[in-house]
Antibody, heavy 119, light 105 residues
């Protein structure tokens, strides 16, 4: 059974940092591209970042470029999102999502982890 | 930048009725990369449709997708109580529509 489990969310002050993790199981993690998607309270879905299966190709939304860093450790079946210089508008539930073999849609999602940026 | 506009914002229907949800792109997009998701309160999104018209694994056949170019449709033929949720379209990984809330009338 495919499972994605996010962790690392919490309350952080503006300008602070947080590192999210996504533990994957039930599939060959190293064969799949992965993404982070976020959802602000009561709002819609916003794609945040993409990483290829090997980690060699990375993309970011303009809203997080220069502040967030996506990475993965295929030996540990884990995906990460390092978030720096956090702003109030980064407050959201952050989901990791598996991309189906580069076809641009997400076939499995984690349950999400809440990040709250507030003083 | 392609923008996806979903309509209506809220759709009020009764169980057993047919639901038609629209997703319009600001410019022509490949139907191969058009997907639909369902999200219930407190849950992660669930993939329903990919490639504009292919049902994901385990999705009931009352859900169908169609369309091409700039206009795409998600149809639920006969609404079941568990279908009332928010639905999002997505194009090419990066762009989501703003969502349509399907509520019980």
């Amino acid at each position: 059974e495919v499972q994605l489990v996010e962790s690392g969310g919490g309350l952080v002050q503006p300008g602070g940092s947080l590192r999210l993790s996504c533990a994957a199981s039930g599939f060959t993690f190293s064969s799949y591209e992965m993404n982070w998607v976020r959802q602000a309270p009561g709002k819609g879905l916003e794609w945040v970042s993409y990483i290829s299966s090997s980690g060699s190709t990375i993309y970011y939304a303009d809203s997080v470029k220069g502040r967030f860093t996506i990475s993965r450790d295929n030996a540990k079946n884990s995906l990460y999102l390092q978030m720096n210089s956090l702003r109030a508008e980064d407050t959201a539930v952050y989901y990791c999502a598996r991309e189906f073999h580069g076809d641009y849609y997400f076939d499995y999602w984690g349950q999400g982890t809440l990040v709250t940026v507030s003083s | 930048e392609i923008v996806l506009t979903q309509s209506p914002g809220t759709l009020s229907l009764s169980p057993g009725e047919r639901a038609t949800l629209s997703c319009r792109a600001s410019q022509s997009v490949s139907s191969s990369y058009l997907a639909w998701y369902q999200q219930k309160p407190g849950q992660a999104p669930r993939l329903l449709i990919y490639g504009a018209s292919s049902r994901a694994t385990g999705i009931p056949d009352r859900f169908s997708g169609s369309g091409s170019g700039t206009d795409f449709t998600l149809t639920i033929s006969r609404l079941e109580p568990e279908d009332f949720a928010v639905y999002y379209c997505q194009q090419s990984r990066y762009t989501f529509g703003q969502g349509t809330k399907l509520e019980i009338k």
